[in-house]
């Protein structure tokens, strides 16, 4: 039986917010670490780059694992900004398979040469130490020792993707999406069929990590993110039994999650939503 062990790394979205304000939740960009376990065999899986990846790369390198599988959502700043401190680069035992989309005609590769160019980084991306493998993925699968991964482009500026992890025989399963607008708003390279695939794509879900930005107050239509009750509303009709409310506004610390956290409770229990909803924090760590 597969078995999931999810690290939450990074909960915030656009820009870190350290500090006393933002302690409880925390201040890291986003970065979710999943161990995949079948039997004797392990693998990690990290979900994003965000800056919540440096403290994650200390702890892959005390374990001594030397393989790991990245997959990058899209490549705005707040998602991949940790990876150059990521310690395992560093590192010539490790090997890293980083997967993730072209964004237009730029590739993935040429993205992270731009993020480690001398003018901003101080260590080129060939000066690395790592055996580093870059894929490109678009909607569709990649089989991984032990699990399936499967994507989905969703609704943000840019190619952005949803991945989801499948355990075998419909053991479990972890869907990842932080950056998602569900609502009518803004221009999307997606199908008109787009919504009905969404919820087939997310279709009973062990765990949901959706971005969950806004309150129905503060929206901003078309940046591409939702509030809250729209990611309980799409939670709840695809029959996910726990949904992470993920990507906080970094203008909202940890008093203003607290009200949000308890809205979300109380708009699933009006709408009669069987799941489970947590706020995402840093260092929570939730076993699937």
Same mark, same amino acid.
């Given at each position: 039986m597969t078995k999931f062990r999810v690290d939450v790394c990074g909960v915030r979205g656009s820009i870190p917010t350290p500090g006393n304000?933002?302690?409880r939740y925390g201040g890291n960009t986003t970065c979710v670490s999943v161990e995949v376990s079948e039997g004797g065999g392990k693998q990690r899986i990290i979900l994003d780059a965000g800056t919540g990846i440096r403290g994650l790369g200390a702890r892959v390198m005390?374990?001594?694992e030397t393989e790991v599988n990245l997959f990058i959502s899209h490549t705005h700043w707040d998602h991949i900004q940790g990876l150059p401190y990521f310690g395992p680069l560093f590192d010539k035992e490790s090997r890293i398979r980083?997967?993730?989309a072209k964004q237009g005609d730029v590739g993935l590769e040429s993205v992270l040469r731009r993020l480690m160019d001398p003018v901003v980084f101080p260590v080129p991306l060939d000066a690395l130490d790592a055996e580093l493998e870059v894929n490109h993925i678009n909607n569709? /699968?990649?089989e991984l020792d032990l699990c399936s991964v499967t994507n989905m482009r969703v609704r943000h500026p840019g190619h952005t993707l949803a991945t989801r992890l499948d355990g075998e025989n419909g053991s479990g399963s972890v869907v990842f999406v932080p950056d998602n607008e569900l609502g009518p708003g803004g221009d999307y390279d997606?199908?008109?069929s787009w919504r009905k695939d969404f919820v087939k794509f997310l279709e009973g879900a062990s765990l949901l990590i959706h971005d969950a930005m806004y309150t129905p107050q503060t929206l901003r239509s078309g940046w591409g993110h939702s509030t809250y009750?729209?990611?309980i509303d799409v939670a709840a009709e695809a029959g996910v039994e726990k949904l992470m409310l993920f990507?906080?506004?970094p203008d909202c610390d940890d008093g203003c999650m607290d009200l949000l956290a308890e809205s979300a409770g109380e708009y699933a229990n009006k709408k /009669?939503?069987?799941l489970e909803i947590i706020a995402g924090s840093e260092g929570m760590e939730i076993n699937v």
């Open positions: 304000s933002t302690a005390k374990s001594a980083v997967w993730g569709g /699968g990649v997606v199908p008109a009750e729209e990611a990507h906080h506004n /009669g939503a069987r």
